[in-house]
């Protein structure tokens, strides 16, 4: 799976759009990219996935840049909720694994 | 559709003794992973089973073991405990693992602490 780089921490005030960036330079044309939240003490919860076109939940948006070397998860309206690491993952989309390889993560703290 | 649960949620052991921590996927779900979350070392795989098999295993010592039932729920054991092994065990379930869009959905965990 290849590896991803994110900041280390972000902050965001409520209310605004938080927007967290990840690299993954080394991406191969299969692999997906996924992201997953954790709040403290939690389990990981999933956000959002996107291969190569810009996709949108009702948790957040994932912008994928064209040549697929960079993305950015997009949460619209920040709340104090929304405080939490937030994982970008690369995941291979063939093979029989499920496995996930996390990094450090994004702590994003949401300020009043 | 209920999510993955965990059991125990707690657990407190003594150095040397074994653990055995429980997992039930969501229904409908065949593949069952476990990660290890630690502060030092992040969270980390340690196995996934699908259909009763391990198919995958991470970089952890014989120490560490799984299984999975026929109804998929599965177990994970912990022989000989280590202070080190304390951690929040998790737990992810997904339809068959490995597919493009078959997400892994995680449960609450099980905090170990090992005195």
């Known amino acids: 799976d290849a590896k991803t780089t994110q900041p280390p921490s972000m902050d965001c005030a409520e209310g605004r759009a938080a927007n967290l960036p990840c690299n993954h330079s080394?991406?191969?044309?299969?692999?997906?990219v996924y992201w997953y939240r954790q709040i403290h003490s939690q389990g990981p919860q999933y956000i959002i996935h996107?291969?190569?076109n810009n996709e949108t939940n009702e948790m957040a948006s994932l912008i994928i840049t064209e040549d697929r070397k960079s993305s950015t998860l997009i949460l619209p309206h920040a709340t104090l909720r929304d405080t939490a690491v937030y994982y970008c993952i690369v995941r291979a989309y063939s093979g029989n694994t499920g496995k996930l390889i996390f990094g450090q993560g994004t702590t994003l703290q949401v300020k009043p | 559709k209920a999510g993955v649960t965990q059991t125990p949620r707690y657990l407190i052991k003594t150095r040397g003794q074994q653990v055995t921590l429980s997992c039930s996927p969501i229904?409908?779900?065949?593949?069952v992973s476990w990660y290890q979350q630690t502060p030092g070392q992040g969270l980390q795989f340690l196995f996934e089973?699908?259909?009763?098999?391990?198919?995958n295993k991470g970089n952890f010592p014989g120490r560490f073991s799984g299984r999975q039932f026929s109804n998929s729920r599965s177990e994970m054991n912990v022989s000989t405990l280590e202070l080190g092994d304390s951690a929040l065990y998790l737990c992810?379930?997904?339809?068959?693992?490995?597919?493009?869009?078959?997400?892994?959905?995680f449960g609450p965990g099980t905090r170990l602490t090992v005195l």
């Open positions: 089973y699908f259909s009763e098999t391990q198919r």
């Open positions: 996107g291969l190569k």
């Open positions: 229904s409908g779900h065949r593949s």
């Open positions: 080394t991406i191969s044309g299969n692999e997906y």
């Open positions: 992810a379930s997904s339809l068959v693992g490995g597919l493009r869009t078959d997400t892994q959905y």
